[in-house]
């Protein structure tokens, strides 16, 4: 990571942290009033190079068991309070701590799951080759929408053409999608298609 992107990340997920700590602190307690605890999800996920990592966002599940004790699937415990939190982005405010530790960048590819790691072909594993991100040129380019080939196309390309002005412009076009709801799945999909590989 660049000197002027690592700085660019600390200064910022300070401000940001001292602006949104209030709305942090509603949305940990309505998450414990509609769904309970722990407030957060924690998940391991692969960093730059592919290094883990947990990741850290606040939950949007329930943990509604089937009578078999497995738990029910994605879509039966997104609430609607969890389709909330997502479709405006606060479940990922809890992010900018691992900002701060160095784990992830305000813009890079999203870290998605350690069981992918080997199911990339070593186009698509460059996506590993910069710090993950908050938000990236894939989510202001059709978010969940677009289809895993496109995500990892648009993934290396933002790879290959990094510059802070890039992530500037990346950062206000999410704003700008998350404020006008562009973009945003209405029907909250509790979560994108498993990839395989290919």
Do not use: C
């Not at 070593?122 to 938000?135: I, K, M, N, S």
């Not at 040129?137 to 933002?158: E, K, P």
């Not at 412009?169 to 029907?187: A, D």
């Amino acid at each position: 990571m660049s000197f002027s992107k690592r700085l660019f990340d600390l200064t910022f997920a300070l401000i940001a942290l001292v602006i949104f700590s209030p709305i942090m602190l509603v949305t940990a307690i309505l998450v414990r009033i509609f769904i309970g605890t722990p407030i957060l999800f924690k998940q391991q996920r692969p960093g730059y190079k592919g290094q883990p990592f947990f990741i850290y966002k606040f939950r949007s599940m329930t943990n509604r068991l089937t009578r078999d004790g497995s738990p029910l699937p994605d879509a039966e415990r997104l609430t609607r309070f969890g389709r909330l939190l997502r479709s405006l982005s606060l479940d990922e405010l809890p992010e900018l701590f691992n900002i701060l530790r160095g784990e992830m960048s305000f813009v890079g590819p999203r870290p998605l799951l350690m069981e992918y790691l080997p199911l990339y072909s070593p186009e698509q594993a460059r996506r590993h080759d910069v710090v993950p991100g908050l938000t990236g040129w894939a989510q202001i380019n059709g978010r969940n929408a677009a289809d895993w080939a496109a995500r990892f196309r648009m993934d290396t390309w933002y790879v290959d053409h990094w510059s802070f002005w890039l992530d500037i412009k990346i950062i206000f076009l999410t704003v700008w999608k998350v404020l006008s709801r562009e973009g945003v799945n209405q029907e909250g999909q509790a979560t994108v298609d498993y990839f395989k590989g290919g």
